[in-house]
């Protein structure tokens, strides 16, 4: 199995920033693509940010020119900076990994989840 663990999320007053973080570990092969997703209080779950194995990201319109996805290969780490935060921002941030276990199994995880709060 695959576990993510995410952390960096909290409180930040508007135009603040935030640096998350997201851990893979476990009986990993291959991690593939990895990316954060988000969900507000009363919406539906939605993408934010995905980075493939050799650095190719992709953003949700919402959120491009003010956040940053980046990966360290070597520890099984994505990171999600974000910056100009806005109280819409607000949400519940889950990491999202995909890639092979050692017995060469597809997997799918999904982190528990960092509570981002934007708020003066």
């Known amino acids: 199995q695959v576990q993510l663990v995410e952390s960096g999320g909290g409180l930040v007053q508007p135009g603040g920033s935030l640096r998350l973080s997201c851990a893979a570990s476990?009986?990993?092969?291959?991690?593939?693509?990895m990316g954060w997703y988000r969900q507000a209080p009363g919406k539906q779950r939605e993408f934010v940010a995905s980075?493939?194995?050799?650095?190719?990201?992709n953003y949700a319109d919402s959120v491009k020119g003010r956040v940053t996805i980046s990966r360290d290969n070597a520890k099984n780490t994505v990171y999600l900076q974000m910056n100009s935060l806005k109280p819409d921002d607000t949400a519940v941030y889950c990491c999202?990994?995909?890639?092979?276990?050692?017995?060469?199994?597809?997997?799918?995880?999904w982190g528990q989840g960092t509570q981002v709060t934007v708020s003066s």
């Open positions: 980075i493939t194995s050799r650095g190719s990201t």
């Open positions: 476990g009986s990993i092969f291959r991690n593939d693509a």
């Open positions: 999202n990994a995909q890639g092979l276990t050692s017995l060469l199994r597809r997997y799918d995880s």
